[in-house]
């Protein structure tokens, strides 16, 4: 009787990794799949797929082992703007381990949330920089001119361009954290608490009216308008919104899935793939068809991102900016590598034309701007309810990151028309933002990788 059970259990695990697998050769590899769902960037997810590979992910991979990447400055303290704090788990695994000051390097620690060069570090020269709230990268050699705009930059207010809450980096609850000692992987953080999250990023903040129920949701009547229907009658831009909503939280369902405690023996834990974990997550009949949806939806994140890497190399390519940590040697590989990034991304020839989004009459336009930017900057605001501390560290990275790419593509006059060997007042990046824009794609860019290891992984079982 046991081996009979065993094999028909075996026998339904090869049926279930082969309808999974069959499904995944169509999001992976279909071109005529993407009809309707990624054709607001007319790309094919084959090409993704080959330029993330070969290209992307072994450089990204080298560039967040930096030591001006690897360092993130975050409160994880901060209260939950929306509702009375859970308390945060106990699980051992949601632990995030500080930085202790000693690890940090000087060029990093030194200065304050925006100066990351050098000069800007060089305190008693420059020293009404110490009042500056936005200070760009710039090398040694600046002229009084530049100092006076930094100066300037304290009274400028670009509140206006974030899409996201930025922590104050200058809380005392606010700690460098080593991205690389505190990866992003499952904690078992689960239940009511994460439901609520997301499910208020959800249904409160994607435009969606509450007679509209999303997919899987329990409360939903049988019968009603179809959320995707409704989806496709929205503009572009609200469609936009859905879909990177979508594709991040099928991204970090990825990670879960990849980087998923196995066992633990005598106090040695085993990370790794777990197939009956993303097969439950993205399998169509384990989620009604879902599964494959968020996975072409985590494709249109990453163009986005791309887009915006792509963008912003203008700003990095200046001799006026810098990657400083202190280490001379080591800037100068950092941004090299940083630079033969954005050759890359330049080189992509299916790009995303965000020209297409708020293009409509100029009123409009901007009040839809804002109202996207409004709702984008409540997200970011969520991820301080979430309870697990390591969840909520990759949840405000990751958001902050694609805040900082949609501020991106929606400064690109501002971007060209920066000038060459002094900092601009009117684009300019934080530190803050510069580490999570890089680990935010790094992480997009592992997600796509992953995927194809769970495609192999599915052929295995078969």
Avoid at 25 to 34: D, H, S, W
Avoid at 113 to 128: G, I, M, Q
Avoid at 226 to 250: D, M, N
């Amino acid at each position: 009787m046991r081996g009979g059970g065993g094999g028909r259990n075996a026998a339904a695990r090869a049926r279930l990794a082969a309808r999974l697998l069959a499904v995944l050769g169509c999001v992976l590899t279909a071109e005529a799949q993407l009809t309707g769902v990624l054709d607001d960037c007319l790309c094919d997810i084959e090409s993704i797929d080959d330029f993330n590979t070969f290209k992307i992910f072994p450089k990204i991979q080298k560039l967040q082992e930096r030591d001006y990447f690897r360092y993130y400055k975050v409160n994880l303290k901060r209260p939950c703007p929306f509702w009375a704090d859970d308390g945060h788990c106990s699980i051992k695994d949601c632990h995030v381990e500080p930085c202790p000051e000693s690890k940090i390097p000087v060029g990093i620690k030194a200065g304050s949330s925006n100066k990351y060069s050098k000069a800007a570090n060089n305190s008693k020269e420059l020293e009404d920089c110490e009042q500056a709230n936005k200070l760009g990268a710039v090398n040694s050699t600046l002229s009084n001119q530049s100092k006076e705009a930094f100066i300037d930059w304290a009274r400028y207010d670009d509140s206006q361009d974030h899409f996201c809450e930025l922590d104050d980096e200058r809380s005392p609850d606010a700690q460098y954290v080593d991205l690389l000692l505190n990866p992003e992987r499952y904690t078992g953080y689960k239940g009511p608490s994460a439901w609520r999250v997301w499910n208020s990023i959800y249904e409160e903040n994607c435009f969606k009216p509450r007679s509209v129920y999303r997919p899987l949701n329990p409360l939903a009547p049988s019968r009603g308008e179809s959320f995707y229907t409704w989806l496709e009658g929205l503009c572009l831009e609200k469609r936009v919104f859905y879909k990177l909503i979508s594709g991040l939280h099928a991204s970090i369902n990825l990670h879960l899935c990849a980087n998923y405690l196995l066992e633990e023996t005598w106090g040695k834990p085993r990370w790794g793939p777990n197939v009956k974990e993303f097969t439950r997550r993205f399998d169509p009949a384990e989620t009604k068809g879902e599964g494959p949806r968020r996975l072409k939806n985590l494709y249109f994140l990453y163009l986005i991102e791309l887009r915006a890497l792509s963008k912003v190399a203008p700003y990095f390519e200046r001799a006026v900016v810098d990657l400083y940590t202190g280490n001379g040697h080591e800037d100068a590989e950092s941004k090299a590598l940083l630079l033969d990034i954005f050759r890359d991304t330049k080189s992509f020839h299916m790009h995303f034309d965000e020209k297409s989004m708020f293009a409509g009459d100029k009123k409009g336009a901007k009040s839809l701007k804002e109202e996207f930017r409004l709702h984008f900057k409540n997200i970011s605001r969520i991820m301080d309810c979430v309870g697990c501390d390591k969840c909520r560290l990759w949840g405000k990275l990751q958001t902050q990151g694609l805040g900082t790419a949609l501020k991106i593509l929606f400064s690109e006059k501002e971007i060209q028309s920066l000038p060459e060997n002094s900092p601009s007042k009117g684009f300019q990046l934080t530190r803050q933002e510069i580490v999570a824009l890089v680990n935010a794609f790094g992480r997009l860019s592992t997600s796509i990788k992953e995927l194809q290891n769970f495609k192999v992984l599915l052929q295995q079982t078969r």
